[in-house]
Every structure is written in C-alpha cells, then in structure tokens.
C-alpha cells in the first residue's frame, strides 16, 4: 500500500461529499477558504507544471506551480487574461540538501524538496464570483485545513503587484 | 499561434522521422544521446511532477523532475528497483529573481524559473539493454542537440553515489 497524502484525503473527502447533502460538522464546508469558498480540488498532484521557483527569507522552501488544463493551455500561449475555470495551484516543500549530492560533488549543493511547507495554495478564475477580487477566489490550506480569513484577506493585497499579469506572478517555463 | 519550444519541436522532429526511414544526415539518428541511443521523448513536458530541485555553485539553475506514467507510478509507491519503460526528465532554468515579488516583498527573496539553462537530461530504464550502467541508459540534450560522448561517460559515474536508490537522486515530493 502506498501512503496517502493527507491533502489527497482531504482532497478525496471534499469531491465525495460536495454536493451529496449538507453536514452539519464536519463535512464539505469545513474544507472551504473563507471569503473565497474555494475547496482543494480533487488529483491537483496530477496537474501538468507551469513553473518553479525558491522562496529564500522566511519562507525557505521549494515550490512547484501547477495548472488545470485551462490554466496549462492559457499559461502556454500567455493568454490573458486567464479564462474562468483556471486553477492555478501552488505546492511547496521544505528546502533541503541533498546528502547523496554532497558525496558525489564533495560539497552542499543540489537541495531537493523534503517534506511539505507552507502550506497549498489555490487561485481560482472566476470572473463574476469573484469579480471584487480581479476574478480570483483564493485559497490557503495547511495540512487539509483552509487557514483563517486574516490570512485570505492578504491574498488579493499582495497578488495586486502582478495586475499587469492578471495578478498571476509565475510564468509558463518553457 | 502560440511559440512552440524547440526542445519540443526537436521532439516531434524525432518522433515523426523514427522508424520511417534512414537519412544520411539531418534525420532522427543525429537526435540520439552517444552511448546510450536515447532520444528525446515526445510530449515530456506534459508529463507529471517528481520533484523540484535547486541547483547552487556553478549550475545555479531551478530544476523539475517529471516522469512519464511508470515513473510517476513508481516513484510515488517508492517501489525499486524501477520496472522497464520508466522515463525520467530533468529540466532546468536560470534561477533568476522575480521583479514583481520585490515590489510586493520589498527584498529580493522570491526566484523563479527564467531561460532554459544547463539542457535537458533524461534516464530511461531497459534493464537487459543497459544492464552495464544499472540498467539506464542516459542522455543530455542542449538546444535539441545530444551532448558528446564525453559528457555522457559522467552519467553513470556520478549517479553510482545513489546506487541504493536504483541511482535515482530524487524522490517524489508529496
């Protein structure tokens, strides 16, 4: 058996529950970002990648930015701005050198994601719905659990810097 | 029309001419790692995410390791040795700082994905055809163009450090 992610799980109880009936605690709307109500969509592990990128400072840690199909085929051709139904996900891991690397270079120098850091994040295009916030639903989850609405409300705040970019920081690497 | 990357025009170049028919030069030949024959696969940077990597020192680049469906299957059970028919992509850019995160951090601490940068490399497993590296066969890839038959003589040499992984450095990031 392999081991199941704790965001897979989360991921899995969201789409099974999400639109089956209303649980009073518990259930679906336990997994939504607040103000946004963005849920974890379902096998976003699977996406295809648009980019990677380093946080140095505080942060320290590895990112992947993957898309839906949407946000692949718009990133690809820079299409902006992004459709509805993009979803941009950002995945990061903890910043960490590689101990085979140093016995074959002598020296730290390759570092590879180690375990998940800084939670998982979402950005979700949705022109109308979300039309007070550039068309973007936000969302930030730690260990399955979206974090709180301070924390959501400093999403659109910083991404306000890439307008020109339809809010969006990373490019496509080709 | 959206740019297409020349890796992957190299790839479909590859991919058509293969096993239609031999051309003296210019041809599918002239695309295959020395030593090992390995060609650049068709459509590998649609594959699915292994890992992210950060290369320091001279190499200085941000890496992604993508796998095709047997790589990724395997890797995420941690099942080795690897089976046959596992393709696994190493892509790389310059590590370069993101203008936008200045304005929004007010420091340079956000680094993402620019140009390509230090070629793309691949490790295919065909355990009978290249059981005398491990049973991989390897390949670098600059612009398209295989690197020459030195450059591929380090391949086994260095990821012989990771022999207890199947000479894989990387895991899959979870």
């Given at each position: 058996m392999k081991?199941?992610?704790i965001l897979v799980i989360a991921a899995i109880i969201a789409a099974g529950v999400s639109g089956a009936m209303t649980f009073s605690a518990g259930g679906a709307d336990d997994e939504s970002s607040p103000i946004f109500g963005v849920k974890i969509p379902s096998g976003y592990r699977d996406w295809r990648l648009i980019s990677v990128a380093h946080e140095e400072g505080n942060l320290n840690d590895l990112r992947a930015i993957l898309g839906n199909d949407i946000a692949i085929e718009a990133s690809?051709?820079?299409k902006l701005p992004f459709?509805?139904?993009t979803i941009i996900a950002r995945l990061a891991w903890s910043y960490d050198p590689l101990e085979e690397s140093?016995?074959?270079f002598g020296r730290p120098q390759s570092f590879v994601a180690g375990p998940p850091k800084n939670g998982v994040q979402f950005m979700v295009k949705d022109?109308?719905?979300y039309a007070a916030t550039g068309g973007w639903g936000f969302a930030h989850f730690d260990d399955g659990k979206p974090a709180n609405e301070a924390v959501h409300n400093t999403c659109f705040a910083c991404h306000q810097v890439a307008q020109s970019?339809?809010?969006v920081f990373n490019?496509?690497?080709?």
């Open positions: 081991p199941i992610p690809r051709e820079g459709p509805d139904g140093i016995k074959a022109s109308r719905k970019r339809d809010f490019r496509y690497a080709r």
